[in-house]
């Protein structure tokens, strides 16, 4: 952010460098090829221009070597350049395991933060350096899309999902943070900035971030608030309110496994599939259970709706003896 009207942007993410260097071998590839067929077409039109009033052009036919060679050449470097993009793309949606998830709703016209510890904020983001950072993205109304340049990351937030993208940021500094979606009037101003911190800066920011309860801890209130225990169970364990049949399945582990469904279907329940089973419970039955659940379309926002589906994938597998709120206290900081 040095020069007013930078030629590139700052490059401040792990992942920079190899965006920019394919995107560097294929501006120098398509302006050699696009410089080589100009300066043919001239050289061509120069060479066999017709030279007399009468003169009829002959058929052609080129040698067999030249028609496979001009074929066969441009189709690997293409093929080559898709390999390349494939395994930069593959690195850049595919987060390491060291990465912590952080949340983002898009919403007219802001973004809205949350920290895994908790912390909340609005069109700003602080992070540490060196840190790799699962970004789940979700929006509140339309089609919002998170970019940060010098982190060459951009990934759309939707409504009626999460999607993810994630970025390790290489060194301190303040960065812009955009929408780059037409999501309205105020798309324009929809604007903010990541700062990333050394990570002691940044332990020295959380603490100053006031209410740092954490997302489980607000889901795990929710939980109850929302009597998700009268189906569902205290500890997510599917047992129900105690003396009467188990109604709802079980949600203790959860999380990223295997399910089927009513009409014989299998997915694999994940956050989009959890939060549509809180707002839209028909969607999606579970095989074995009654469609009785109520819908809570309206009833929780956004953030609310991921703090809940972070305190569904912590609670306790099998054979947890304490429920599940105090486990998940026990775990606050
Ligand atoms: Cu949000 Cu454009």
């Not at 260097?21 to 120098?28: E, G, Q």
């Amino acid at each position: 952010m040095k020069s007013q009207l930078p030629l590139f942007p700052e490059s401040a993410s792990s992942v920079a460098p190899q965006v920019d260097a394919l995107f560097y071998a294929w501006s120098v590839i398509s302006l050699f090829f696009t410089a080589l067929i100009a300066v043919l077409i001239i050289y061509f039109m120069a060479r066999y221009r017709r030279r007399h009033e009468d003169e009829v052009g002959l058929p052609e036919r080129a040698p067999i070597w030249l028609e496979i060679g001009w074929s066969a050449i441009p189709l690997m470097i293409a093929l080559a350049m898709f390999a390349w993009g494939t395994q930069v793309f593959v690195k850049l949606y595919r987060p390491p395991a060291d990465a912590v998830t952080y949340y983002g709703v898009g919403k007219q016209w802001m973004w809205k933060f949350q920290h895994p510890t908790g912390q909340r904020e609005i069109n700003t983001l602080h992070v540490p350096v060196g840190q790799a950072i699962q970004m789940k993205l979700a929006s509140e109304d339309v089609i919002h899309s998170f970019f940060v340049p010098a982190f060459r990351v951009k990934q759309d937030a939707v409504p009626g999902r999460y999607t993810s993208v994630w970025f390790r940021a290489t060194k301190p500094g303040t960065y812009h943070l955009f929408c780059t979606e037409y999501c309205g009037g105020e798309h324009s101003k929809m604007i903010g900035s990541v700062v990333v911190l050394e990570p002691s800066q940044y332990e020295a920011w959380l603490a100053g971030g006031g209410t740092g309860q954490t997302m489980t801890l607000s889901g795990a209130e929710l939980y109850q608030q929302l009597a998700c225990q009268t189906c569902h169970g205290e500890d997510g364990s599917g047992t129900g309110m105690a003396g009467m049949a188990p109604r709802a399945p079980r949600l203790a582990g959860l999380y990223n496994t295997q399910v089927t469904l009513a009409d014989g279907r299998t997915l694999v329940a994940d956050e989009s599939y959890l939060r549509e089973s809180i707002v839209n419970p028909m969607a999606k039955v579970t095989a074995g259970w009654q469609p009785i659940m109520p819908t809570f379309q309206g009833q929780v926002t956004e953030e609310q709706l991921t703090q809940l589906i972070s305190y569904i994938q912590k609670l306790p597998g099998d054979g947890a003896p304490e429920t599940a709120i105090s486990a998940v206290k026990d775990q606050a900081p």
